[in-house]
């Protein structure tokens, strides 16, 4: 029995690492007859859906309903009824955070109803068909595509609100975006957070441990303290998990980068392990090896520090 209940989220974490483009093949091989969705009011217009995949946000109000990610095809007919216990109007728009398929397989089904906008990033792998890993290409089928893409930010006007589409690079991916809900005061970070979890980082997507951390700073130097948080995968959350998970990406980090440093290798690294206080992180589908692999390849794309002269002290050139 424990295995038939891991089975479900077990798929759902294959479809984040290999992203949208086996989705189809997912389809095949899982059942998704236990999967129920479930709807949170997280505060003023916006609800939250989770079901299996990445968290869905809906904000709903006499304009009709926006959704931000819309998790896999299969379970479109649940994700629209749970919509419908919210508000009864129409879907007009779908967000996607990013590109990979447990946040944008419902696309091939809520694209005919709805526009999609995205980043340009995700429209162009869902074209290329891009996987993590050197996989086999697979292309999003033409619906699934983003109809209104943009580079930096995007604000959408809808149901009183300013909802305001922001891309922050070199992060999960190269193409995540936050969406901030500014009357509802309410942010759906995408993959950007796995609360109180090691978070994937696709690192073969433009995505960096680095830039996570600068993002997530970012994101809190914009918000308020009682801002409601959605995260990409884990329950609702606040600044603080936010500041709890920049704390958890630097300090390992800096395990990492020292170890790095002292010449040790990543199995001699992953052999010593992190610090005990960051064992509980590691109970998400990114374990305590796989995250100093990750940390490891992704502190190879920074640049070795210049050694500073001391203070008073004059550079030479060689002259």
């Known amino acids: 029995m424990k295995h038939a209940r891991l089975a479900a989220p077990y798929l759902a974490v294959v479809a984040v690492v290999l992203g949208a483009g086996l989705i189809h093949r997912l389809h095949a091989q899982r059942n998704f007859d236990d999967v129920t969705i479930t709807a949170t009011h997280v505060a003023g217009r916006v609800h939250m859906l989770v079901g299996s995949g990445g968290n869905i946000g809906v904000q709903a109000g006499d304009d009709g309903l926006l959704m931000v990610d819309d998790q896999f095809a299969p379970l479109a007919d649940r994700i629209r009824a749970a919509m419908k216990t919210i508000h009864a109007g129409e879907l007009a728009f779908v967000l ?3 590109y990979h398929g447990d946040h ?20 162009k792998r869902l ?17 699934a595509l983003p109809v209104v893409t943009f580079n930096e930010s995007v604000t959408l006007h809808f149901n009183g609100e300013a909802v305001e589409v922001i891309h922050f690079p ?31 980082v696709d690192l073969d997507a433009g995505g960096t441990v680095q830039g996570m ?27 603080d998990d936010l500041r709890r998970s920049v704390e958890m990406l630097e300090a390992t980090l800096d ?6 440093g002292a010449g040790k290798s990543l199995e001699e690294i992953q052999k010593a392990g992190l610090p005990a206080r960051w064992d509980e992180w590691g109970k998400g589908f990114i374990k305590a090896d796989r995250w100093i692999e990750t940390l490891h390849r992704s502190l190879e794309t920074e640049a070795p520090a210049v050694p ?3 203070a008073g002290v004059r550079r030479s050139d060689g002259d």
């Open 96 to 98: 996607n955070t990013h």
């Open 104 to 123: 944008v397989g419902g696309n091939e089904v809520f694209g005919k109803e709805a526009t999609v906008v995205a980043h340009e990033n995700v429209r």
């Open 127 to 143: 074209v290329s068909g891009h996987q993590p890993f050197g996989r086999e290409p697979q292309p999003a089928a033409p619906a």
């Open 170 to 200: 070199r992060g999960h991916t190269d193409g995540d975006s936050v969406v901030f809900f500014t009357g509802s005061n309410v942010v759906h970070m995408g993959d950007h957070l796995f609360l109180g979890m090691f978070p994937f």
């Open 213 to 239: 951390a600068a993002n997530l700073k970012a994101v809190l130097a914009r918000i308020r303290p009682d801002t409601k948080i959605i995260p990409g995968h884990g329950p609702l959350g606040s600044p």
């Open 255 to 260: 395990v990492v980068r020292q170890a790095r």
């Open 308 to 310: 500073q002269a001391p």
